[in-house]
Protein backbone atom coordinates (compact mmCIF):
# COMPACT_ATOMS: atom_id res chain seq x y z
CA UNK A 1 0.00 0.00 0.00
CA UNK A 2 2.95 2.46 0.98
CA UNK A 3 4.63 1.58 -2.51
CA UNK A 4 1.59 2.48 -4.32
CA UNK A 5 0.87 5.42 -2.71
CA UNK A 6 4.76 6.55 -3.10
CA UNK A 7 4.19 5.83 -6.90
CA UNK A 8 0.71 8.05 -7.07
CA UNK A 9 2.64 10.78 -5.31
CA UNK A 10 5.46 10.78 -7.85
CA UNK A 11 3.10 10.40 -10.88
CA UNK A 12 0.94 13.47 -9.33
CA UNK A 13 4.57 15.45 -9.03
CA UNK A 14 5.87 14.54 -12.50
CA UNK A 15 2.69 15.57 -14.70
CA UNK A 16 1.07 18.19 -11.80
CA UNK A 17 0.22 21.03 -13.68
CA UNK A 18 -1.50 23.70 -11.38
CA UNK A 19 0.66 24.71 -9.16
CA UNK A 20 0.83 28.19 -7.00
CA UNK A 21 3.34 28.81 -9.93
CA UNK A 22 0.86 27.98 -12.64
CA UNK A 23 -1.95 29.81 -11.14
CA UNK A 24 -0.17 32.90 -10.26
CA UNK A 25 1.76 33.77 -13.76
CA UNK A 26 -2.28 33.24 -15.31
CA UNK A 27 -3.47 35.68 -12.83
CA UNK A 28 -1.11 38.16 -13.55
CA UNK A 29 -1.71 38.04 -17.30
CA UNK A 30 -5.18 38.48 -16.54
CA UNK A 31 -4.41 42.06 -15.17
CA UNK A 32 -1.92 42.80 -17.50
CA UNK A 33 -3.92 42.06 -20.50
CA UNK A 34 -6.36 43.93 -18.72
CA UNK A 35 -4.58 46.81 -18.09
CA UNK A 36 -3.78 47.69 -21.52
CA UNK A 37 -6.42 46.74 -23.38
CA UNK A 38 -9.22 48.53 -21.11
CA UNK A 39 -8.16 51.08 -23.40
CA UNK A 40 -8.20 50.29 -26.87
CA UNK A 41 -12.13 51.12 -27.84
CA UNK A 42 -11.65 54.30 -26.61
CA UNK A 43 -8.79 55.74 -27.85
CA UNK A 44 -10.46 56.47 -31.60
CA UNK A 45 -12.63 58.69 -30.33
CA UNK A 46 -10.22 60.49 -27.52
CA UNK A 47 -7.32 60.52 -30.51
CA UNK A 48 -10.07 62.36 -32.65
CA UNK A 49 -11.01 64.49 -29.91
CA UNK A 50 -7.16 65.56 -29.43
CA UNK A 51 -7.32 66.62 -33.61
CA UNK A 52 -5.93 63.36 -34.51
CA UNK A 53 -8.46 61.51 -36.67
CA UNK A 54 -6.05 61.27 -39.31
CA UNK A 55 -3.48 58.83 -37.49
CA UNK A 56 -6.03 56.81 -35.85
CA UNK A 57 -3.98 53.62 -37.61
CA UNK A 58 -0.64 54.46 -35.83
CA UNK A 59 -2.33 53.56 -32.11
CA UNK A 60 -2.07 50.20 -32.27
CA UNK A 61 0.60 50.65 -34.58
CA UNK A 62 3.00 52.33 -33.13
CA UNK A 63 2.42 50.48 -29.71
CA UNK A 64 3.28 47.47 -31.66
CA UNK A 65 6.35 48.82 -33.53
CA UNK A 66 8.08 49.20 -30.26
CA UNK A 67 6.86 45.74 -29.13
CA UNK A 68 8.04 44.07 -32.15
CA UNK A 69 11.46 46.24 -31.90
CA UNK A 70 11.84 45.11 -28.25
CA UNK A 71 11.97 41.26 -28.68
CA UNK A 72 15.22 40.48 -29.24
CA UNK A 73 16.07 42.09 -26.05
CA UNK A 74 13.21 40.60 -24.38
CA UNK A 75 14.25 37.16 -25.38
CA UNK A 76 17.69 37.95 -24.65
CA UNK A 77 17.61 39.14 -21.23
CA UNK A 78 14.78 36.33 -20.47
CA UNK A 79 17.51 33.23 -21.56
CA UNK A 80 19.97 35.29 -19.53
CA UNK A 81 18.74 37.64 -16.31
CA UNK A 82 15.89 35.55 -16.04
CA UNK A 83 11.98 35.23 -16.53
CA UNK A 84 10.81 37.18 -13.52
CA UNK A 85 12.86 40.63 -14.33
CA UNK A 86 11.70 40.60 -17.91
CA UNK A 87 7.97 40.42 -16.78
CA UNK A 88 8.09 42.98 -13.89
CA UNK A 89 9.52 45.56 -16.53
CA UNK A 90 6.92 45.29 -18.49
CA UNK A 91 4.60 45.93 -15.86
CA UNK A 92 6.07 48.48 -14.33
CA UNK A 93 5.72 50.26 -18.34
CA UNK A 94 2.37 49.68 -18.47
CA UNK A 95 1.63 51.22 -14.85
CA UNK A 96 3.79 54.50 -15.75
CA UNK A 97 2.53 54.72 -19.03
CA UNK A 98 -1.58 55.24 -18.17
CA UNK A 99 -0.35 58.00 -15.82
CA UNK A 100 0.97 59.83 -18.06
CA UNK A 101 -1.72 59.55 -20.70
CA UNK A 102 -3.61 62.23 -18.83
CA UNK A 103 -0.95 64.45 -18.61
CA UNK A 104 -0.05 64.30 -22.35
CA UNK A 105 -2.53 65.98 -24.21
CA UNK A 106 -1.19 66.83 -27.28
CA UNK A 107 -1.33 64.29 -30.99
CA UNK A 108 2.00 63.91 -30.72
CA UNK A 109 2.62 63.36 -26.73
CA UNK A 110 -0.53 60.87 -27.34
CA UNK A 111 1.57 59.02 -30.49
CA UNK A 112 4.98 59.28 -28.18
CA UNK A 113 3.21 57.34 -25.18
CA UNK A 114 1.83 54.89 -27.52
CA UNK A 115 4.99 54.43 -28.97
CA UNK A 116 7.24 53.98 -25.13
CA UNK A 117 3.60 51.54 -24.07
CA UNK A 118 4.43 49.04 -26.59
CA UNK A 119 7.75 48.38 -24.65
CA UNK A 120 5.42 46.49 -22.32
CA UNK A 121 4.18 44.15 -24.21
CA UNK A 122 7.24 43.59 -25.91
CA UNK A 123 8.76 42.04 -22.66
CA UNK A 124 5.92 40.09 -19.99
CA UNK A 125 4.60 38.47 -22.68
CA UNK A 126 8.07 37.17 -24.11
CA UNK A 127 9.03 36.13 -20.34
CA UNK A 128 5.28 34.74 -19.67
CA UNK A 129 5.28 32.54 -22.08
CA UNK A 130 9.03 31.10 -21.29
CA UNK A 131 8.08 30.81 -17.71
CA UNK A 132 4.54 28.76 -18.14
CA UNK A 133 6.91 26.10 -20.17
CA UNK A 134 9.30 25.90 -17.33
CA UNK A 135 6.43 25.10 -14.96
CA UNK A 136 4.56 22.60 -16.53
CA UNK A 137 5.17 18.99 -17.55
CA UNK A 138 6.08 18.81 -21.61
CA UNK A 139 3.71 16.73 -22.67
CA UNK A 140 1.05 18.94 -21.08
CA UNK A 141 1.94 22.86 -23.05
CA UNK A 142 -0.14 22.75 -25.34
CA UNK A 143 -3.03 22.46 -22.99
CA UNK A 144 -1.14 24.84 -20.12
CA UNK A 145 -0.37 27.50 -22.90
CA UNK A 146 -4.41 27.04 -23.49
CA UNK A 147 -5.29 27.52 -20.14
CA UNK A 148 -2.71 30.47 -19.70
CA UNK A 149 -4.29 32.10 -23.01
CA UNK A 150 -7.54 31.77 -21.28
CA UNK A 151 -6.27 34.20 -18.48
CA UNK A 152 -4.85 36.44 -21.18
CA UNK A 153 -8.08 36.48 -23.00
CA UNK A 154 -10.16 37.22 -20.10
CA UNK A 155 -8.38 40.21 -19.36
CA UNK A 156 -8.88 41.23 -23.23
CA UNK A 157 -12.47 40.56 -22.92
CA UNK A 158 -13.13 42.27 -19.52
CA UNK A 159 -10.81 45.12 -20.13
CA UNK A 160 -12.60 46.46 -23.28
CA UNK A 161 -15.67 45.89 -21.62
CA UNK A 162 -14.84 47.83 -18.11
CA UNK A 163 -13.02 50.50 -19.95
CA UNK A 164 -15.93 51.25 -21.98
CA UNK A 165 -17.91 51.44 -19.50
CA UNK A 166 -15.41 53.38 -17.03
CA UNK A 167 -15.24 55.84 -19.57
CA UNK A 168 -19.29 56.50 -20.14
CA UNK A 169 -19.98 57.10 -16.48
CA UNK A 170 -17.02 59.05 -15.53
CA UNK A 171 -13.69 60.49 -17.80
CA UNK A 172 -10.76 59.51 -19.74
CA UNK A 173 -8.86 60.51 -16.53
CA UNK A 174 -10.49 57.74 -14.83
CA UNK A 175 -9.77 55.25 -17.68
CA UNK A 176 -6.26 56.10 -17.53
CA UNK A 177 -5.67 55.72 -14.16
CA UNK A 178 -7.82 52.31 -14.33
CA UNK A 179 -5.35 51.10 -16.55
CA UNK A 180 -2.30 51.97 -14.39
CA UNK A 181 -4.18 49.95 -11.10
CA UNK A 182 -4.82 46.97 -12.97
CA UNK A 183 -0.96 47.14 -14.01
CA UNK A 184 -0.35 47.34 -10.25
CA UNK A 185 -2.22 44.04 -9.67
CA UNK A 186 -0.04 42.42 -12.12
CA UNK A 187 3.21 43.42 -10.77
CA UNK A 188 2.49 42.73 -7.53
CA UNK A 189 1.27 38.92 -8.48
CA UNK A 190 4.85 38.67 -10.33
CA UNK A 191 6.87 39.81 -7.78
CA UNK A 192 5.53 36.62 -5.77
CA UNK A 193 7.11 34.12 -8.35
CA UNK A 194 10.39 32.36 -7.95
CA UNK A 195 12.37 32.71 -10.36
CA UNK A 196 12.80 29.77 -13.24
CA UNK A 197 15.64 30.31 -15.32
CA UNK A 198 18.25 27.69 -13.68
CA UNK A 199 21.88 29.43 -14.31
CA UNK A 200 20.88 33.58 -14.57
CA UNK A 201 23.67 36.24 -14.74
CA UNK A 202 23.37 39.50 -13.78
CA UNK A 203 22.40 42.51 -15.76
CA UNK A 204 24.96 44.26 -17.65
CA UNK A 205 24.37 46.85 -20.55
CA UNK A 206 26.50 44.63 -22.69
CA UNK A 207 23.30 42.11 -22.76
CA UNK A 208 21.46 44.82 -25.20
CA UNK A 209 23.71 44.58 -27.54
CA UNK A 210 22.36 42.66 -30.14
CA UNK A 211 24.39 40.78 -32.77
CA UNK A 212 21.98 39.79 -36.09
CA UNK A 213 22.38 35.82 -35.11
CA UNK A 214 20.61 36.99 -31.62
CA UNK A 215 17.65 38.76 -33.39
CA UNK A 216 15.79 35.51 -35.00
CA UNK A 217 15.77 31.87 -34.02
CA UNK A 218 15.60 30.15 -37.42
CA UNK A 219 14.48 27.01 -35.72
CA UNK A 220 11.44 28.76 -35.04
CA UNK A 221 10.54 30.49 -38.20
CA UNK A 222 7.57 28.11 -39.57
CA UNK A 223 5.86 28.97 -36.42
CA UNK A 224 6.91 32.73 -36.78
CA UNK A 225 5.42 32.81 -40.63
CA UNK A 226 1.59 31.37 -39.72
CA UNK A 227 2.03 33.89 -36.37
CA UNK A 228 2.22 36.65 -39.12
CA UNK A 229 -0.13 35.75 -41.39
CA UNK A 230 -3.04 34.71 -38.45
CA UNK A 231 -2.60 38.35 -36.86
CA UNK A 232 -3.22 40.46 -39.47
CA UNK A 233 -6.26 40.00 -38.94
CA UNK A 234 -6.25 41.24 -35.48
CA UNK A 235 -4.52 44.43 -36.31
CA UNK A 236 -7.59 45.62 -38.27
CA UNK A 237 -9.95 44.35 -35.87
CA UNK A 238 -8.47 46.13 -32.91
CA UNK A 239 -8.55 49.39 -35.52
CA UNK A 240 -11.89 49.04 -36.67
CA UNK A 241 -14.08 47.08 -34.69
CA UNK A 242 -14.81 50.10 -32.37
CA UNK A 243 -15.98 52.39 -35.03
CA UNK A 244 -17.90 49.35 -36.95
CA UNK A 245 -19.74 48.68 -33.08
CA UNK A 246 -21.03 52.04 -33.19
CA UNK A 247 -21.88 51.76 -37.02
CA UNK A 248 -24.09 49.48 -36.76
CA UNK A 249 -25.90 50.52 -33.40
CA UNK A 250 -24.17 48.94 -30.28
CA UNK A 251 -23.21 51.90 -27.76
CA UNK A 252 -20.79 49.98 -25.80
CA UNK A 253 -17.59 49.49 -28.10
CA UNK A 254 -16.29 46.61 -26.12
CA UNK A 255 -19.43 44.48 -26.81
CA UNK A 256 -17.29 42.47 -29.81
CA UNK A 257 -14.20 42.13 -27.48
CA UNK A 258 -16.80 40.41 -24.52
CA UNK A 259 -18.44 38.11 -27.39
CA UNK A 260 -15.06 36.64 -29.37
CA UNK A 261 -13.38 36.16 -26.25
CA UNK A 262 -16.25 34.66 -24.15
CA UNK A 263 -16.40 32.32 -27.38
CA UNK A 264 -12.38 31.86 -27.24
CA UNK A 265 -12.55 30.78 -23.55
CA UNK A 266 -14.79 27.83 -24.67
CA UNK A 267 -12.33 26.35 -26.65
CA UNK A 268 -9.10 26.92 -24.89
CA UNK A 269 -9.84 24.21 -22.65
CA UNK A 270 -9.64 21.52 -25.06
CA UNK A 271 -7.74 23.36 -27.93
CA UNK A 272 -4.40 23.32 -26.30
CA UNK A 273 -5.15 19.33 -25.15
CA UNK A 274 -6.11 18.46 -28.55
CA UNK A 275 -2.87 19.69 -29.92
CA UNK A 276 -0.66 17.64 -27.61
CA UNK A 277 -2.63 14.85 -28.92
CA UNK A 278 -3.12 15.26 -32.37
CA UNK A 279 0.12 17.25 -33.22
CA UNK A 280 0.38 21.25 -33.64
CA UNK A 281 -0.07 21.99 -37.17
CA UNK A 282 -3.21 20.34 -37.70
CA UNK A 283 -5.07 22.18 -35.23
CA UNK A 284 -3.78 25.16 -36.57
CA UNK A 285 -5.01 24.30 -39.67
CA UNK A 286 -8.64 24.16 -38.28
CA UNK A 287 -8.07 27.55 -36.48
CA UNK A 288 -6.80 29.58 -39.40
CA UNK A 289 -9.71 27.93 -41.49
CA UNK A 290 -12.60 29.20 -38.98
CA UNK A 291 -10.59 32.61 -38.92
CA UNK A 292 -11.17 32.75 -43.02
CA UNK A 293 -15.19 32.12 -42.12
CA UNK A 294 -15.10 35.08 -39.35
CA UNK A 295 -13.50 37.43 -41.57
CA UNK A 296 -16.14 36.90 -44.34
CA UNK A 297 -18.95 36.80 -41.91
CA UNK A 298 -17.67 40.33 -40.44
CA UNK A 299 -17.53 41.57 -44.30
CA UNK A 300 -20.34 40.16 -45.58
CA UNK A 301 -23.09 40.74 -43.14
CA UNK A 302 -22.72 44.38 -42.18
CA UNK A 303 -25.71 43.93 -39.00
CA UNK A 304 -25.60 43.68 -35.54
CA UNK A 305 -26.09 40.36 -35.22
CA UNK A 306 -23.32 39.61 -38.47
CA UNK A 307 -20.81 41.29 -36.22
CA UNK A 308 -21.54 38.78 -33.42
CA UNK A 309 -21.61 35.72 -35.17
CA UNK A 310 -18.28 37.10 -36.68
CA UNK A 311 -17.05 37.69 -33.29
CA UNK A 312 -18.48 34.36 -32.01
CA UNK A 313 -16.22 32.42 -34.76
CA UNK A 314 -13.52 35.00 -34.38
CA UNK A 315 -12.75 33.87 -30.45
CA UNK A 316 -13.62 29.89 -31.52
CA UNK A 317 -10.31 30.39 -34.57
CA UNK A 318 -8.31 32.54 -31.91
CA UNK A 319 -8.62 30.00 -28.86
CA UNK A 320 -7.96 27.42 -31.32
CA UNK A 321 -4.61 28.71 -33.27
CA UNK A 322 -2.58 30.49 -30.23
CA UNK A 323 -1.72 28.24 -27.95
CA UNK A 324 -0.94 25.41 -30.85
CA UNK A 325 1.59 28.14 -32.09
CA UNK A 326 2.65 29.07 -28.87
CA UNK A 327 3.23 25.22 -27.93
CA UNK A 328 4.67 24.69 -31.40
CA UNK A 329 7.01 27.25 -31.04
CA UNK A 330 8.67 25.98 -27.81
CA UNK A 331 8.64 22.46 -29.79
CA UNK A 332 10.79 23.77 -32.32
CA UNK A 333 13.22 26.34 -29.93
CA UNK A 334 16.36 24.79 -28.84
CA UNK A 335 15.73 24.46 -24.80
CA UNK A 336 18.48 26.87 -23.69
CA UNK A 337 16.93 29.43 -26.27
CA UNK A 338 13.43 29.25 -25.21
CA UNK A 339 12.86 32.94 -24.72
CA UNK A 340 14.56 33.78 -28.24
CA UNK A 341 12.14 31.45 -29.90
CA UNK A 342 9.48 32.85 -28.51
CA UNK A 343 10.26 36.24 -29.20
CA UNK A 344 11.01 35.67 -32.66
CA UNK A 345 6.86 34.57 -32.90
CA UNK A 346 6.34 37.40 -30.95
CA UNK A 347 8.05 39.53 -33.89
CA UNK A 348 5.85 37.91 -36.50
CA UNK A 349 3.03 38.30 -33.86
CA UNK A 350 3.54 42.28 -33.27
CA UNK A 351 4.51 42.51 -37.31
CA UNK A 352 1.00 41.13 -38.21
CA UNK A 353 -1.14 43.24 -36.07
CA UNK A 354 0.92 46.50 -36.41
CA UNK A 355 1.05 46.32 -40.55
CA UNK A 356 -2.96 44.86 -40.21
CA UNK A 357 -3.63 48.14 -37.78
CA UNK A 358 -1.77 50.21 -40.36
CA UNK A 359 -2.87 49.35 -43.69
CA UNK A 360 -6.52 49.11 -42.14
CA UNK A 361 -6.60 52.49 -40.46
CA UNK A 362 -4.63 54.21 -43.78
CA UNK A 363 -7.65 52.50 -45.98
CA UNK A 364 -10.34 52.58 -43.61
CA UNK A 365 -9.75 56.94 -43.24
CA UNK A 366 -13.46 57.15 -41.27
CA UNK A 367 -15.16 55.76 -44.50
CA UNK A 368 -17.29 52.98 -42.45
CA UNK A 369 -18.06 51.42 -46.11
CA UNK A 370 -14.64 50.61 -46.93
CA UNK A 371 -14.65 48.14 -43.31
CA UNK A 372 -15.95 44.96 -45.42
CA UNK A 373 -13.15 44.79 -48.09
CA UNK A 374 -10.26 45.05 -45.40
CA UNK A 375 -12.16 41.89 -43.56
CA UNK A 376 -11.98 40.28 -47.13
CA UNK A 377 -8.47 41.00 -47.47
CA UNK A 378 -7.53 39.48 -44.15
CA UNK A 379 -9.45 35.83 -44.77
CA UNK A 380 -6.63 35.90 -47.86
CA UNK A 381 -3.96 36.02 -45.14
CA UNK A 382 -6.12 33.42 -43.45
CA UNK A 383 -6.01 31.11 -46.45
CA UNK A 384 -2.35 31.49 -46.78
CA UNK A 385 -1.33 30.16 -43.42
CA UNK A 386 -3.20 27.37 -44.69
CA UNK A 387 -0.93 26.74 -47.99
CA UNK A 388 1.92 27.65 -45.94
CA UNK A 389 1.49 24.60 -43.62
CA UNK A 390 0.28 22.36 -46.04
CA UNK A 391 3.58 23.10 -47.56
CA UNK A 392 5.87 23.05 -44.63
CA UNK A 393 4.31 19.54 -43.76
CA UNK A 394 5.13 18.19 -47.32
CA UNK A 395 8.61 19.33 -46.71
CA UNK A 396 9.12 17.35 -43.97
CA UNK A 397 7.83 14.20 -45.28
CA UNK A 398 9.81 14.60 -48.23
CA UNK A 399 12.89 15.44 -46.45
CA UNK A 400 11.89 12.22 -43.57
Known sequence: MAITTEKKRTVHAKHGMYTPKFILICLGSLFFSASYNMLIPELPAYLSGLGGAQYIGLIIALFTLTAGISRPFSGKLTDTIGRKPVMIFGAVVCLVCGCFYPILTTVYGFLLLRLLHGFSTGFTPTATATFVSDVVPPQRLGEAMGIQGIAFSTGLALGPALG??????????????SSSGMALLALLLIINLKETLPKRQPFKWELLRISKNEVIAKEALPAAIVTFLSYISLGAILTLIPDWTEAVGFANKGIFFVVFTVSSLLVRFVAGKLSDRYGRTKIIVVGLFLLLIAMLLMGFFKTQTGLLMGGVVYGLSMGIVS???????????????KGKAIATMYIALEAGIGLGALFSGWY???????????????????????????????NNRTNN
Open 323 to 337: PAINAWTIDLSRPEQ
Open 164 to 177: SMIKLHFSYSVLFY
Open 364 to 394: YHETISRIPLVMYYCAIFALLGIGYIFLFER
